[in-house]
């Protein structure tokens, strides 16, 4: 899959205005990092300012053992939550 940020036309906006063009440069410097990932990482969020980092296998594996992935602190509990990033932007965690 490659990193790209794909823009919602303006006709699709419902009382809200298009990304400025520093907001939309923004969006594509953020989808690049994104695609430069370690294969080894994971992200997870539960709905804060903040990723927490995993690694991919051993939450796989804690999964199948166990039932738990990265919900409800399981990460860190079980040992495979390498650290969390911090920033400034809500990252909301939605069930798809």
């Known amino acids: 899959m ?3 940020f794909t823009e ?3 006709d699709d906006l ?3 205005k298009p ?3 520093s907001e939309r440069k923004w969006c594509e410097d953020l989808a690049a ?5 370690p294969k080894r990482l994971a ?7 903040w990723l927490g980092v995993v690694d991919k296998a051993a939450e796989s594996k804690a999964e199948r053992e ?3 992935g990265c919900e409800d602190g399981y990460a860190e509990r079980l040992g495979f939550g390498l650290g969390c990033a911090k ?5 909301h965690g939605v069930s798809g």
Do not use: C, K
Request: proline content about 3%.
């Open 43 to 49: 992200l997870y969020t539960i709905g804060d300012a």
């Open 14 to 16: 419902v009382g809200i």
């Open 19 to 21: 990304l400025t063009t």
């Open 8 to 10: 919602t036309p303006a």
């Open 2 to 4: 490659s990193a790209r």
């Open 33 to 37: 990092l994104l695609g430069r990932a």
């Open 87 to 91: 920033g400034r932007i809500i990252i």
């Open 66 to 68: 166990t039932g738990h």
